[in-house]
């Protein structure tokens, strides 16, 4: 086994489930296979209504590591993973869903990856149902880097928690999850402030795409809704971006001084659609495309042209 620089210490993964059973028990024994032995598995079950629960008990029962808890309520997928981190004891954290499957170093290499940062995170290979590869990364959809600056991972994060490693000083950093932006984003942002993302560029999962995902990979097509209905989501979407926005906003130190008068003046721009907000926000995004896009795998032009979009839309 590979040793970490700092040392052995204790890797919590936690583990989220709701109506998994379909797909838990390859997870499950991907995750017991890792060859990084300080290892505790929570799980936390939503109130599943299938066999999920019975599954997690079975290996619990045959495994020390595995310690499972079931709500009285449902939580939902982000106060789920919140629940589940604060349950936990380890050094480092693993987010883990339900229905994927890690390589048997996945966790090894990323504590020795991880180093002094917060956050690293690594790529993923596209599978389907099956498992059965697709012929895609994820990096082959976003740009992949290590970030440094909370304005990279504003807009726009492709930090999915599969993939990623945590310290537990960033989870309380973090404390207490939004319901308005997925809790890896959210993890991610705050990573920027207090030492950085690192990205460790080997795919050490096999993220399994099917019809029951809570979110689906990059790039998958949006349904298309009549016109009330994308009045409604366009609202629904503003009053969300204000609130992370604003969020992002007040986590930015005021040390960070050029950082956050750009947040201050995205949030100021996303107070409404009056025109005199729209054009401002296009020139927002136009004057700091390259850290805004970032993790878009757009050429130049179509960046710009993806700003000049702000006038009618917004993200």
């Not at 997928?77 to 994927?100: P, V, Y």
């Not at 740009?143 to 945590?166: E, N």
Request: hydrophobic fraction near 40%; glycine fraction near 4%.
């Amino acid at each position: 086994m590979i040793e970490s620089p700092l040392g052995p210490r204790l890797v919590s993964v936690v583990l989220g489930t709701y109506n998994g059973e379909a797909y838990l028990r390859e997870q499950l024994d991907s995750v017991l296979a890792q060859t990084y032995s300080p290892l505790e598995i929570i799980a936390v079950d939503d109130c599943s209504s299938d066999a999920t629960v019975s599954i997690l008990r079975e290996y619990a029962a045959r495994d020390a590591r595995i310690k499972v808890f079931v709500n009285e309520r449902n939580l939902g997928f982000i106060r789920n993973f919140e629940k589940g981190c604060a349950l936990s004891t380890g050094n480092w954290i693993a987010l883990c869903d339900q229905d994927d499957y890690w390589m048997p170093d996945k966790v090894e290499k990323m504590v020795y990856a991880i180093g002094e940062y917060p956050m690293v995170y690594c790529d993923s290979l596209l599978c389907d149902e099956h498992l059965q590869p697709l012929g895609k990364k994820i990096s082959d959809l976003a740009h992949f880097q290590s970030f440094d600056d909370p304005r990279q991972l504003c807009v726009f994060s492709r930090m999915y928690g599969h993939a990623t490693l945590i310290t537990r000083h960033l989870f309380e950093k973090a404390s207490p999850f939004l319901e308005e932006v997925p809790h890896d984003g959210w993890m991610a942002y705050h990573a920027t402030l207090y030492g950085g993302v690192r990205y460790l560029p080997e795919v050490l999962v096999k993220y399994r795409q099917h019809a029951a995902n809570v979110f689906g990979v990059v790039g998958r097509k949006k349904k298309k809704t009549d016109r009330s209905d994308r009045a409604a989501k366009k609202r629904k979407e503003l009053a969300r971006v204000r609130i992370r926005m604003r969020a992002y906003c007040d986590a930015c130190p005021d040390t960070l001084v050029e950082q956050k008068k750009l947040l201050r003046a995205l949030v100021s721009s996303y107070r409404d659609f009056a025109p005199w907000n729209d054009i401002r926000r296009v020139q927002l995004f136009l004057a700091n495309y390259k850290l805004l896009l970032v993790v878009k795998k757009y050429s130049t032009g179509r960046k710009y042209l993806f700003c000049l979009k702000m006038l009618v839309k917004i993200k």
